[in-house]
């Protein structure tokens, strides 16, 4: 087996395309939990992302419109479960679950009702990489060219989006106002309570960016890895990144990692596919990996990582105590 | 301590908790089939006709009550076995998975043991499909109680394992002679019997002993949570690990224990719907029973007698989506839009819950506070 | 003028009165007690001028100003900073961190932690209140939180100190070192409320003391005008027996034998640290200190919820050190847990379900893993009737109990169970005087039918006057066994602190002739 066609500038690049969406949502995820607000809806808000990107993007014409639009329908969403969790205290595993079943129903319904058929919306027109760079194909510099252009430059905006987000919310969580506050309300709400720190205020801004990210990793998914919208399309992705979002310590820089680690993953069993034939093994289990590695990760890492003490407690201002 | 202590409960109070378990669940579902008629409206279409086509759909003739049942099967048996998790504060979110074992293992099964007498094949192929399902809960259940691994992230992954294990063997080994991806038929010793065909009385079209079975299955699950030290057991850690503890209860092992219980159940759901209905394994056997039946056992408010009525509901619901999409021209994917409604209300109505017991609370923590 | 005035403060939780039309009035520079038993209404009155809760009625002023207090961010702007009972820091975060927060210096947005560190320091040095700004919170003794409590109101700016029970999980002297920093701060010009229900406290720290019963102030007064027994009375509303009645123990053999135990926490720290200590028969044996010196991981380990990583455990001459709660159970041994509400009572569960939590998977409650209700039905209405539980029925449910009678149920399961040793931590926390008196005498009915009694307790004065003989607790080893003659508050708790004493500072007081009074 050609060493060549599996470790190659193509490798890396497409680990970091698959972690975007994933490292996306993690982020969100993060930002959501230290806020003290789990949020399992991440997948159907990334799938009503997807397509609400999609179907602005075909009816506007303009795909950053459509981008646009996946970042405001994945706040709205959230805007649901933040309702349901923070203001109605409603079980937020619940009430995240009804949000996945029904962004599948609503979005497989409007593609019915949209584009008269099942399945998959018409096709869109995808961002194109934020750079091109021509350079020297062949020698040494070809090869340190495609290197550099293949790991680093190659990428769509949505991606470098992902990168610096990911570094500036790091910094920002530990360095700014907002980063310390949200901290505070996913430990211990009463105490921020008790300092003049609105807790609903607090985790709606959490919940609701976390929106605006599964949101924006939607619209990754179909504005720029696929080109359309197909039913179901997240496939798990959500689930995934809150598993990422765990791996990574509940930090947006960490989140991004684990989410590059799922991606290589994924982006290596699609390279050894190709070897099939060589190393007979059926693709369904190639397909299984970011499953595996998935509850890899969570079973030798869970016990090791702390959650924000208050996660997943509604939080009950007039608590007599 | 002031009078108004002492009194330890209102009395008047009692009755309110019984009107509300059963009122709020009906409210829930009025309330999101009014939300589906407006996406019907909205969308073009006409929502009475698409409630008559829906409900004659699910009720009309004989045959369509069968479909209704034949529906409901899945949802009742996946629905006890996701309240028992509930029960215990588990969220087996992943039962979909485990349905998908349970119907591999009693197709699997099912086509080996064709020379037995159905009286001795199809007891051993449900226990076998319950066996599976238990088996694919066992992992994510022994995770959860170890390392604390949360189970909704890894039995949703387990399910995505599943249907790829099943979607490879019904191309790969298992696949019967063909182009289409799917097992051969399975032996007449390995199918459950019509209910026609048990009784002239029952001329339900293709509802099977499923229905029967499931039922039945109900009063056994109530009587097991209600009765046993299992359900004592269940019960205590779902409300109170710490005190379950205290009190020499093995919160690893009832953890263990009860998800595997919710996956034995989602297995023979989905081990029936094999040897009930489709007589074959294929990987799109089964239309989201087990994500549908958090809705069954949410809107039951995970009480297994109340599965009954719930899974009936949605098995109506599912049943009656064909006649609606042909008759009246509304895509079934509506349903599984009231679905996530109806699991949204009953949620958010566990606020209607929350405040009435908050306000026992504070009664009660009241005098701590002062 | 006041600075600050209460007129009729009413606040109503469904089916309790909290606080009924109270006046209260708090001058500048003075250290007013706000004297009341568990459940009188003191912390709730707080809250509500900490803008925590909402009142149905009554006005506030605040330098003569009517105002409402909508929210803790309305109290503090007002100048009132309170320190809750159970701290409101962040663990994880350091003390700068949790003294800004919510003013927080900032350019932007971005916080500038030079000049937060600076402002912390600043402030420290101001009130003499020491404390390293960088150090996790998490890492600091309960005292030195408090101060980063008191620092965290001082630096938003209060000048009035509202001390939620701020000397329930402090050593004596401790105590004395914060009623030091509390007359610094009222020279100062602050004015401080003082909650407590510990009498000999207010006698000695109070300028001027009301006292509150069911939720009324019933009466206000100097410690110069009154004693004690004065302020018992006032405070119950009735003659208090000041100490428990009880007859010299008669100790029998050995029956808990613990040998160089060593247990870890939950963040795997080792708290307790090779203890050892013995417990006969017909005894209380008392084990006091500061919270957080591992007696939680101690009583978690002794009955089997936490296992140990070194050392024997014996009952009487079985080795139980590594046995799960069920065979420690099994073996004789009961456990009254320090949280009713987290480890000692399913609240959803009815009054039978968990008379027999504990006992479900043995005969008469069940056979084969099948329940017996009748059976169980009637120890649950004996066991009610025995221990005196407040309920119409046992099918009403533990959540629905007041406290004192959830206690009551606590008891009647597990003394019920007929145990040779009983377990008992924090037995009366949170309990009015009549359920204190209940518990105590129970308890040492117990002891007079020769069981074996561990008593461990943050409340000195319940170990003084409860046991036969007393071990203090440090850093996870018994540093000191007095016998009960011979141990008072200041004996005890010097030895709480390890008996070094080197670090403590501040005036002191005399030593309470008699021990005080336990409620």
């Given at each position: 087996m050609p060493l060549g066609d599996v470790l190659n500038p193509d490798l890396f690049a497409s680990a970091v395309r698959i972690a975007t969406p994933l490292a996306l949502a993690a982020i969100g995820g993060t930002i959501s939990e230290r806020s003290g607000v789990t949020n399992i809806a991440l997948e159907g808000i990334m799938l009503t992302g997807a397509f609400a990107g999609t179907a602005v993007a075909l009816a506007t014409g303009n795909t950053w419109i459509g981008v646009g639009a996946a970042i405001v329908f994945g706040i709205l969403v959230s805007l649901i479960h933040a309702f349901a969790s923070i203001t109605l205290k409603a079980d937020q595993i619940v009430s995240a679950t009804a949000l996945n079943i029904g962004a599948l129903g609503v979005t497989g319904y409007l593609m019915e009702v949209m584009y008269g058929h099942p399945g998959t919306t018409d096709p869109v027109t995808t961002l194109p990489p934020l750079f091109n760079f021509q350079g020297p194909a062949t020698g040494v510099a070809g090869t340190v060219f495609q290197w550099v252009d293949g790991v680093f430059l190659s990428y769509t905006p949505i991606v470098y989006i992902a990168i610096v987000l990911a570094i500036v919310l790091n910094w920002a969580m530990y360095r700014t106002k907002w980063g310390l506050r949200l901290r505070a309300l996913g430990e211990h709400p009463r105490a921020a309570d008790t300092v003049g720190i609105s807790v609903v205020r607090g985790r709606y801004l959490a919940v609701l960016a976390s929106g605006a990210l599964a949101g924006l990793a939607g619209a990754n998914l179909t504005l720029e890895q696929v080109g359309t919208f197909t039913e179901n399309m997240t496939n798990g992705r959500g689930f995934i990144a809150l598993a990422a979002n765990i791996f990574g310590r509940w930090t947006p820089g960490g989140s991004y990692l684990a989410a590059l680690l799922f991606g290589f993953a994924d982006a290596l069993q699609i390279k050894l596919q190709v070897f099939r034939d060589v190393i007979q093994i059926p693709p369904q289990f190639y397909y299984m990996v970011p499953y595996v590695l998935t509850v890899i990760v969570l079973a030798g890492f869970m016990g090791r990582a702390i959650a924000p003490a208050a996660i997943g407690k509604p939080y009950e201002k007039e608590k007599s105590s | 301590m002031s009078p108004a202590n002492e009194r330890a409960v209102e009395p008047l109070r009692a009755w309110m908790p019984i009107a509300r378990k059963v009122l709020t669940p009906l409210a829930s579902v009025a309330l999101a089939v009014l939300i589906g008629s407006l996406i019907v409206k909205l969308s073009g279409g006409d929502p009475v006709a698409a409630s008559m086509a829906l409900f004659s759909g699910a009720f009309g003739t004989p045959n369509q009550v069968g479909e209704t049942l034949l529906r409901s099967t899945p949802l009742l048996i996946v629905g006890l076995g996701l309240a028992w998790g509930f029960r215990t504060g588990l969220f087996n979110i992943g039962a979909e998975g485990q349905l998908f074992v349970g119907g591999l293992v009693g197709a699997w099964l099912g086509l080996l043991l064709g020379g037995l007498t159905p009286w001795v094949s199809l007891p051993l192929l449900l226990l076998a499909g319950m066996a599976g399902g238990a088996a694919w809960a066992f992992v994510p259940a022994v995770l959860k109680a170890k390392v604390g691994a949360h189970e909704v992230i890894t039995t949703m992954m387990f399910t995505y394992i599943a249907r790829y294990l099943v979607s490879w063997l019904v191309v790969g080994p298992l696949k019967a002679p063909g182009p289409i991806p799917q097992t051969r038929q399975l032996p007449q010793s390995a199918i459950l019997p019509l209910l026609r065909d048990v009784s002239a009385a029952l001329p339900f079209g293709r509802a099977h002993l499923g229905i029967v079975i499931g039922v039945a299955l109900a009063v056994v699950v109530w009587l097991l949570l209600k009765y046993t030290t299992l359900g004592y057991e269940a019960r205590a850690v779902g409300f109170n690990p710490a005190a379950a503890e205290n009190g020499g209860i093995s919160i690893a092992a009832t953890t263990v224990k009860s998800l595997c219980i919710s996956g034995a159940l989602a297995g023979l759901a989905g081990c029936i719907e094999v040897l009930g209905i489709h007589h074959r394994l294929f990987d799109q056997f089964s239309s989201g029973f087990g994500f549908t039946g958090i809705a069954v056992a949410l809107l039951a408010k995970n009480h297994p007698l109340a599965v009954v009525p719930a899974a009936i509901l949605f098995g109506a619901l599912s049943a009656g989506a064909t006649t609606m999409q042909l008759e009246a021209n509304v895509s079934t994917k509506l349903i599984s839009i009231i679905q996530g409604l109806v699991i949204f209300f009953v949620a958010a109505e566990a606020v209607v819950d929350w405040v009435i017991r908050a306000r026992q609370k504070k009664a009660v923590s009241a005098d701590a506070a002062r | 003028m006041p600075v600050l005035e209460l007129r009729g403060i009413t606040k109503i939780f469904p089916g309790v009165v909290a606080n009924d039309a109270v006046d209260l009035s708090l001058d500048r520079g003075e250290i007013l007690a706000l004297l009341g038993e568990n459940g009188a209404g003191k912390s709730t009155l707080m809250n509500v001028v900490y803008g925590l809760l909402a009142p149905d009625g009554g006005e506030i002023s605040v330098e003569g100003k009517p105002v409402r207090i909508r929210s803790p961010r309305a109290a503090i702007d007002l100048g009132i900073g309170m320190v809750h009972q159970h701290f409101m820091l962040i663990e994880p975060l350091t003390v700068t961190e949790n003294i800004v927060l919510g003013r927080e210096p900032s350019r932007r947005g971005v916080i500038d932690f030079g000049a937060a560190r600076a402002a912390v320091r600043e402030l420290a040095e101001r009130y003499g209140l020491h404390v390293d700004p960088d150090v996790r919170v998490a890492d600091l003794s309960v005292g030195m939180q408090q101060r980063v409590e008191i620092l965290k109101a001082l630096y938003q700016g209060a000048h009035i100190l509202i001390l939620d029970e701020p000397t329930a999980v402090l050593t004596p002297q401790e105590v004395r070192e914060l009623f030091a920093v509390v007359r610094t701060l009222t020279a100062e010009g602050l004015a401080v409320v003082f909650i407590t229900h510990k009498l000999e406290e207010v006698m000695s720290v109070a300028d001027r003391i009301v006292v509150m019963r069911a939720g009324k102030v019933v009466g206000e007064t100097r410690p110069a005008q009154t004693d004690e027994a004065g302020l018992a009375r006032m405070m119950v509303g009735r003659d208090v027996v000041l100490r428990i009645e009880k007859k010299p123990a008669t100790p029998g053999d050995v029956v808990l034998s613990v040998e160089g135990l060593k247990v870890s926490d939950d963040r795997d720290l080792e708290t307790v640290r090779g203890l050892s200590l013995q417990v006969r028969a017909g005894e209380v044996v008392g084990v006091a200190g500061v919270d957080g010196n591992g007696q939680r991981e101690l009583v978690e380990s002794l009955v089997g919820l936490r296992r140990p990583s070194a050392g024997t455990i014996r009952l009487r001459d079985r080795d139980i050190t590594r046995d799960s709660v069920r065979d420690t159970i099994d073996a004789g041994v009961s456990h009254v847990p320090e949280d009713r509400h987290r480890r000692g009572l399913v609240l959803e569960f009815d009054l039978a379900e968990n008379i027999i939590l504990g006992d479900h998977d043995a005969s008469p409650y069940s056979s084969f893993g099948v329940m017996h209700p009748p059976a169980i039905a009637a120890t649950a209405r004996r066991r009610i009737e025995d221990y005196d539980v407040r309920a119409p029925s046992e099918r009403v449910l533990a959540g629905n109990l007041s406290g004192g009678n959830q206690q009551k149920l606590v008891l009647a399961r597990e003394l019920g169970r007929d145990p040779d040793l009983l377990i008992a931590a924090?037995?009366?926390?949170?309990?009015?005087v009549g359920a204190i008196e209940f518990v105590h005498r129970r308890i040492l009915d117990e002891r007079d039918a020769g069981k074996a009694v561990l008593l461990v307790s943050l409340e000195l004065e319940e170990v003084l006057s409860m046991s036969d003989r007393i071990l203090v607790i440090y850093e996870g080893r018994i540093v000191k066994e007095l016998a009960a003659g011979e141990a008072t508050a200041e004996t005890v708790g010097y030895h709480m602190t390890g008996g070094g004493g080197t670090k403590l500072s501040g005036p002191a007081a005399p030593a309470p002739e008699d021990g005080g009074l336990k409620l």
């Open positions: - | - | 924090q037995p009366t926390r949170g309990l009015d």
